[in-house]
């Protein structure tokens, strides 16, 4: 969207604190002609500040208890990841089999790295917005 395309009403992704995920909202408010100032999450319907999602802060598992928690931008992990990733993109489908640093094409999410293997049919993988727990291997 270019800043002329911003104005009350219209739909835009920002990070909702209270879902903890960068979703569909709504623009509420404002600044001026061009700087978002409020919008309303289409998910929880909570109002709040507009959030760019790139520069929303993910949580960096720690590996042991009783150390804090660093967090980074998601958009930071996301290259992280794809620079470590193994081969080529493969097609993301529920039927497919994925393992960790495989990079997957969603339809929806686009490009996105398995991150981790949940369960058998579970795999949590980071897009350049937001992590996504999906099924595979069905």
Known sequence: MTTSDYSVGKDIISYCNKCKLSLSHIITIM????TIHRVQCNTCKATHAYKDPSMAKAK??????GRKVETKPIAEIW???VSNANGKSKAYGIKGS??????????????????TIVD?????????????TLIHNK
């Open 98 to 115: 994925f393992i960790v640093g495989d990079i997957i094409d969603h339809t929806k999410f686009g490009p996105g790295v398995v991150q």
């Open 60 to 65: 960096v598992r720690s590996k042991t208890r």
């Open 31 to 34: 600044k001026d002609t061009q």
């Open 120 to 132: 058998n049919d579970k795999i949590e993988v980071i897009f350049r917005h937001e992590i996504k």
């Open 79 to 81: 290259l992280e990841a």
